[in-house]
């Protein structure tokens, strides 16, 4: 469904990720299994910035799992776009940002 998907469909069925993976432990071994990962990664590569923020947030809920937390670690394309979003511009604008509320905040 997700190669398939796009703008508010897509948008609803990755925000849903997570709370499936929540309710129903076992689909996270079959997700696995069934390169759930490589298609998660393949749509991430692509989209916005939100949409890849309910893809790590699947990721997370996906990784509390032993079955899901090898198969990420085992999934390398997984793994180097976890280090392209690191590495990504938007991680500055992000600091730039913390920056910003502690100063309001009077943290310095």
């Not at 949409?51 to 999934?75: F, P, T």
């Amino acid at each position: 469904k997700l190669y398939n998907s796009n703008g508010r469909d897509l948008r609803r069925a990755l925000f849903s990720l997570k709370q499936i993976f929540q309710d129903d432990k076992d689909l996270v071994h079959e997700f696995v299994m069934a390169e759930g990962l490589t298609c998660l990664i393949k749509v991430g590569a692509e989209a916005d910035q939100n949409y890849q923020n309910y893809i790590l947030r699947a990721l997370g809920q996906i990784m509390l799992y032993v079955d899901g937390m090898n198969g990420v670690i085992s999934h390398k394309e997984t793994i180097q776009w976890l280090y392209t979003l690191v590495g990504s511009k938007v991680r500055p604008s992000l600091c730039a940002k913390r920056e910003r509320e502690k100063k309001a905040a009077g943290c310095h």
